[in-house]
């Protein structure tokens, strides 16, 4: 299972970005996908999951209010909305897989996916 992520970049402070993840086949592994974010120099951060089969979400502090994960199963792709960015949202955001969310929140995935460079300039 490989697992592609895109749509990251470089825009302002207060733009917005929507990420995508697209795994190249479902497993009873996926259960939940997650979005994580490493900015230069610290640990990877959990910031959002959700469930492929209800839509079931969870976020963490730093990603609520602004970041909004989706799934569309029709598509086979899961989402992550960034509004309102701000320069300390820079760093590479990665997505990934897991048979399990609380997994996911602590960042022990079962599969993880390339990331993507999201870069907010002030």
């Known amino acids: 299972v490989q697992l592609q992520a895109s749509g990251g970049g470089l825009v302002q402070a207060g733009s917005s970005l929507r990420l995508s993840c697209v795994p190249s086949g479902r497993t009873f592994s996926m259960y939940a996908m997650g979005w994580f974010r490493q900015a230069p120099g610290k640990e990877r951060e959990f910031l959002s999951a959700?469930?492929?089969?209800?839509?079931?979400?969870y976020y963490s502090d730093s990603a609520k209010g602004r970041f909004t994960i989706s799934v569309d199963n029709a598509k086979n792709t899961v989402y992550l909305q960034m509004n309102s960015l701000k320069p300390e949202d820079t760093g590479v955001y990665y997505c990934?897989?897991?048979?399990?969310?609380?997994?996911?929140?602590?960042?022990?995935?079962?599969?993880w996916g390339q990331g993507t460079q999201v870069t907010v300039s002030s």
């Open positions: 959700i469930k492929w089969s209800d839509s079931t979400t």
């Open positions: 990934a897989s897991s048979s399990s969310m609380s997994a996911l929140r602590l960042v022990q995935p079962a599969k």
